[in-house]
């Protein structure tokens, strides 16, 4: 129930008990007053026609007495009755009565006999009715009985008149206080209540929400309140954002520079390693080692060759070395790359599966063969680090119309909400201090710069990488 319902059923109850207990009040007041009137109307009549039988020398047979009374008023105002009784002894003998009404004399009678005053008193039984009992000479008693029952039937009537006219004015007063209240409060509060649920669904959103402030002028307070509390928020809201990015372009300064540093540091060690592994490719062929191992120190070179290259470009323009896009077999580089972190793989207890067809692969994407191997090296360590004890990464190699994609997706306890909001932001690691956070940012950025793009696919188990790029046409890549 709303409030506006709830203060129309308050309303309607109170007017229903005010304005009842207020017409009972009056009813009950006028009744008495009636009563009363007749009550001072019946004692006239009884002392009136006392007098009269008085002065007529009030006989003590019936005939007389019946003859005296002939001409008493046997329709009133209501229903009246009148006995005279004649004193006989100790007794008092009814001499004659206006109608078929019989009286009896009681105590009240003899009070009124002995005392010489008129006795008046109410009887309910059996009919409603004023009793009036008034000497008459000094051996009689004229007692006259005058009926309230057509003032009780008014009464009554005039009683459920009132009820109803006061449960229609209670229901009118309801349905007024309902449609009231509902226009200065329960519209007002439902705007309310509809700002507040839209901002804690979609947040407070880029645009100022504009709050009706309508109702009574407390109402129109509390929404202006709240309008200042969202500008508030919002204006807060900017300015962590902007505190935010400041820090992120006070890491990213940091980070390039420890970048230079670090590309200073192994330029010449990486120069000499190479070196060294070209002696060490040569030995090998010379004694006549097995292809897997010179094809091992071929795949280490090649890795060397290729970091050796990034430092380069790092000293000499502070960015990434200049892309070469050509058509690739991605089937080919993803297997590549897998027999080359196979120790890796092999150390940390994980299992490879690769859903990569052999021979003529349709799956071809324009993309730099060095850049493509990074992003895959990258993506293969996180899925491997996400299983400490061990686990399945399994790669698939699709297309679908002009984009060739590669899935990595590992079986471990996947990304924490928390995880999933700060994806892609430097130095948000959940590897705690063994993380840089800059792993994911940097693939994504070398992904995009070859006209494609990282993202993370939904899933029930695990994470899934999807690594979107260019498809070459089959003809182009043939």
């Not at 590309?263 to 097995?290: C, F, I, K, M, W």
């Not at 070179?301 to 000499?316: E, G, P, T």
């Not at 580089?333 to 067809?357: C, H, K, Y």
């Not at 899925?383 to 686990?391: K, L, N, Q, S, V």
Request: charged content about 20%; overall charge neutral.
């Amino acid at each position: 129930m709303t409030l506006a319902q709830r203060l129309a059923a308050l309303a309607a109850a109170m007017a229903i008990v005010l304005v009842l207990g207020t017409t009972e009040l009056t009813l009950w007041w006028t009744r008495s007053s009636r009563l009363n009137d007749l009550r001072l109307e019946s004692e006239a009549l009884a002392e009136a026609w006392g007098a009269y039988l008085g002065r007529a020398e009030a006989p003590t047979d019936p005939t007389t007495a019946a003859q005296l009374l002939g001409s008493w008023p046997t329709r009133h105002l209501t229903s009246t009755s009148a006995t005279l009784f004649s004193r006989s002894g100790s007794k008092f003998l009814r001499l004659a009565s206006s109608d078929s009404l019989i009286l009896t004399a009681g105590l009240h009678d003899s009070t009124a006999f002995f005392t010489k005053q008129t006795e008046v008193w109410r009887v309910d039984d059996p009919i409603p009715s004023w009793r009036v009992a008034t000497p008459v000479g000094s051996h009689s008693i004229l007692s006259i009985s005058v009926s309230t029952r057509t003032l009780d039937n008014q009464a009554r009537a005039e009683r459920r008149r009132a009820y109803l006219f006061g449960v229609f004015a209670a229901g009118a007063l309801a349905l007024g206080i309902g449609i009231l209240v509902r226009r200065w409060v329960g519209d007002p509060l439902k705007a309310l209540e509809a700002a507040m649920e839209e901002t804690r669904r979609h947040g407070l959103g880029p645009v100022p929400r504009v709050i009706v402030a309508t109702g009574s002028s407390e109402l129109q307070r509390v929404a202006e309140r709240y309008q200042e509390l969202e500008d508030t928020l919002r204006a807060r809201q900017r300015e962590m954002a902007l505190e935010e990015r400041t820090r992120g372009l006070e890491h990213l300064a940091l980070a390039e520079q420890a970048a230079a540093e670090f590309a200073h540091e192994v330029g010449t060690p990486l120069s000499t390693v190479n070196g060294h592994l070209q002696l060490l490719r040569e030995d090998l062929t010379s004694v006549g080692a097995t292809a897997g191992s010179v094809n091992r120190v071929e795949a280490v070179l090649k890795q060397v060759d290729r970091l050796s290259a990034i430092v380069r470009a790092n000293q000499a323009r502070g960015r990434w070395m200049d892309l070469k896009l050509e058509p690739t077999d991605l089937s080919a580089e993803v297997r590549s790359v897998a027999a080359f972190m196979e120790p890796t793989f092999r150390e940390a207890n994980v299992g490879i599966g690769l859903d990569t067809p052999n021979g003529a692969s349709p799956h071809h994407a324009l993309c730099d063969t060095s850049i493509l191997e990074q992003i895959l090296v990258n993506l293969f360590k996180n899925a491997t680090e996400a299983m400490p004890r061990g686990g399945m990464v399994r790669v698939a190699v699709g297309r679908s119309e002009a984009i060739s994609w590669i899935d990595i997706a590992d079986n471990g306890p996947g990304l924490s909400v928390d995880a999933r909001a700060g994806l892609f932001q430097p130095f948000n690691s959940t590897k705690g201090v063994a993380g840089t956070g800059l792993g994911l940012v940097i693939s994504r950025r070398l992904a995009r710069a070859m006209g494609g793009d990282l993202e993370l696919v939904p899933t029930e188990l695990g994470t899934t990488w999807r690594l979107l790029l260019a498809a070459v046409p089959p003809r182009a890549s043939a």
